[in-house]
């Protein structure tokens, strides 16, 4: 484990934390106006090797050159020329720091929203050493600079869950989820003034899979399977892609699943939700697609319709003979994030390819039919 001191004073910055891989929903922005949790589970954090925030520089003003030595093989809108190596935390995991919000607000909609720069200083030196992001439609999280903090060992992290472990912990993410907009007066349990809506880790991981899935079709159909898979992808896939013969198979892989069919080329594998190393099995297929491993075992082993805790109290010796209702389902077909389609499409080196590039310059065609 680890605790991030200031790079200035020495000061303690945070509680002792365990590293874990970078949710592919950190940098979602999610619907208008809605509120979204803390980004990290308490006593965690992770790094995002890219540069992130300002200063930022348009396309136009970076050699494709440059770009691509930074993993970046298409056009995007902007780039970051701040340091890589942001160290992502709960905000409630932070000590010995102060926000400073009166001149760092811009861009903002209802909260922070880390347009500006850092906004947490060191309370002890007053060292910008952090950026707090708690705007709507983002997920809640502090963002530690890596050029102002210094990590410190202070015990030995235990070993990293085996796959049989993870499946017996069964931490799986959920499809839909209550979702308040902000500034929402509901009283916590009155799930009924809440809007049940696709899971934002959902979309953003099926953006995040449906890129590696379009590069490994190589411009060919792809089927995946019915259910929870199907509904995710296949809408997708079937519209960015031809149709006609010789289409491509992919099935989901990973523990405590049979072993795919010899006709599938593409296998959805989970990411070890510690180390972010992706599931291989003993005869890999030519392609393997990364789920989040929460997405991906409630995908390989889906639960019943969640159900909504009845509000209210009984009285005192009364017996309950009800059951709790099902939960409401979204009312619209599942969109994958197109925001991280298009981000994780521009980092994968088979976007040079001519018609995968062309797919990606028209992603916003395809945003307007309501497809993403």
């Known amino acids: 484990m680890f605790v991030f001191l200031c790079a200035g004073c020495g ?3 945070t509680i002792p934390l365990s590293q874990v891989m970078l949710p592919v929903h950190a940098h979602q922005q999610y619907g208008n106006g809605v509120q979204l949790p803390v ?3 308490s006593g965690t954090f992770a790094v995002d090797p890219e540069p992130w ?5 348009r396309w136009e003003e970076i050699h494709p050159d440059e ?3 930074r993993g970046v093989y298409a056009p995007v809108y902007a780039l970051s020329d701040g340091s890589p190596g942001a160290i992502v935390i709960a905000p409630g995991d932070a000590i010995g720091t102060m926000l400073i919000p009166e001149n760092r607000g811009g861009g903002y909609c209802c909260g922070l929203d880390g347009a500006d720069g850092p906004d947490v200083t060191c309370m002890e030196c007053a060292l910008p050493v952090a950026t707090r992001i708690d705007d709507c439609s983002l997920w809640q999280a502090m963002w530690l600079e890596p050029n102002a903090v210094r990590r410190l060992s202070v015990d030995a992290d235990a070993a990293p869950l085996s796959w049989p472990e993870l499946m017996a912990e069964g931490k799986g993410t959920p ?3 209550p979702i308040a907009a902000w500034g929402s007066r509901t ?3 009155h799930w009924s003034n809440y809007s049940w809506l696709w899971s934002p880790q959902w979309e953003a991981a099926a953006g995040h899979a449906l890129a590696h899935l379009l590069a490994a079709s190589e411009r060919h159909p792809v089927i995946v399977p019915a259910g929870s898979v199907g509904q995710v992808f296949q809408r997708a896939l079937d519209a960015l892609l031809p149709t006609g013969p010789q289409a491509r198979r992919a099935d989901l892989a990973g523990p405590g699943l049979p072993a795919p069919g010899p006709d599938v080329s593409i296998l959805l594998v989970p990411s070890h939700p510690q180390t972010g190393r992706t599931w291989t099995s003993a005869d890999p297929a ?3 697609v990364p789920l989040p491993f ?4 409630w995908m390989a082993f889906p639960r019943p319709d969640l159900s909504v805790p009845a509000p209210g109290a009984l009285p005192v010796g009364a017996l309950r003979d009800d059951f709790d209702p099902p939960a409401p389902h979204p009312g619209h077909l599942f969109r994958a994030d197109s925001n991280v389609l298009r981000h994780t499409l521009a980092r994968l080196p088979a976007v040079r390819d001519p018609w995968l590039r062309e797919l990606l310059e028209n992603l916003s065609d395809h945003v307007r039919t309501g497809l993403f």
């Open 11 to 13: 000061a303690g910055l």
């Open 286 to 288: 030519p392609h393997l």
């Open 294 to 297: 929460g997405v991906w075992l």
């Open 175 to 177: 499809p839909f989820e």
């Open 53 to 57: 925030g300002p200063p930022w520089r």
């Open 67 to 69: 770009a691509a030595a």
């Open 39 to 41: 980004l990290m589970e």
């Open 187 to 189: 009283a916590v349990g």
